[in-house]
Antibody, heavy 123, light 107 residues
Framework: QVQLQESGPGLVKPSETLSLTCIVS??????????WGWVRQPPGKGLEWIGN???????FYNPSLNSRVTISRDTSKNQFSLKLTSVTAADTAVYYC???????????????WGQGALVSVSS | EVVLTQSPGTLSLSPGERATLSCRAS???????LAWYQQQPGQAPRLLIY???NRATGIPDRFSGSGSGTDFTLTVSRLELEDFAVYYC????????FGQGTRLEIK
């Protein structure tokens, strides 16, 4: 049974860095069959793709966030992480970690989701 | 960037009725690169359809996807109470974007 669990602070101050980790069980992030990534959802709004990381370490980012986003992985711990710098109130959202099967390009459909972590940006 | 526009914004139907949700792309995309999700309040989205017409594991056969080019459709043949939710389409591949969602509510 594949499970993904987000962890990290629920409150971040404006201009600081948002950091989240996704712990994966039931699957290996070292597998070439999947990308691992992040999707966010502001309260009451729709879904926004943030980025993915492949087993090789290759990353793909949403162009609108590219300058502020870093996704990394730790295969020894079977987890991957998100860092988003210079946050503002507009970055307040539920952040989901996700698994996407390898298909083509920067990612594909999400077949497993974490439960989501609400991160609020406020002083 | 491909923009996905979903319609209608809100669809009001009764259990047992047929639901037809639309997802229109701003430029032609391959049907291999279109997925649909269902999201219940307070929950993560759930994959329904990938590659435009393939049902995900465990998805009832009352859900079906179709379409090509710029026009894609999710159909729910006979609505059950648990089907009332928000639905999103997603384009993936060289870039990844979501539609803004369609809310399916009980009439």
């Amino acid at each position: 049974q594949v499970q993904l669990q987000e962890s990290g602070p629920g409150l971040v101050k404006p201009s600081e860095t948002l950091s989240l980790t996704c712990i994966v069980s039931g699957a290996s992030i070292g597998s070439s069959s999947y990308y691992w990534g992040w999707v966010r959802q502001p309260p009451g709004k729709g879904l926004e793709w943030i980025g993915n990381i492949y087993y090789s370490g290759t990353t793909f980012y949403n162009p609108s966030l590219n300058s502020r986003v870093t996704i990394s992985r730790d295969t020894s711990k079977n987890q991957f992480s998100l860092k988003l710098t210079s946050v503002t109130a507009a970055d307040t959202a539920v952040y989901y970690c996700a698994r996407t099967p390898y298909f083509y390009g920067s990612g594909s459909w999400v077949d497993y989701w974490g439960q989501g972590a609400l991160v609020s940006v406020s002083s | 960037e491909v923009v996905l526009t979903q319609s209608p914004g809100t669809l009001s139907l009764s259990p047992g009725e047929r639901a037809t949700l639309s997802c229109r792309a701003s430029q032609r995309i391959s049907s291999d690169y279109l997925a649909w999700y269902q999201q219940q309040p307070g929950q993560a989205p759930r994959l329904l359809i990938y590659r435009a017409s393939n049902r995900a594991t465990g998805i009832p056969d009352r859900f079906s996807g179709s379409g090509s080019g710029t026009d894609f459709t999710l159909t729910v043949s006979r609505l059950e109470l648990e089907d009332f939710a928000v639905y999103y389409c997603q384009r993936y591949g060289s870039s990844i974007t979501f539609g803004q969602g369609t809310r399916l509510e009980i009439k």
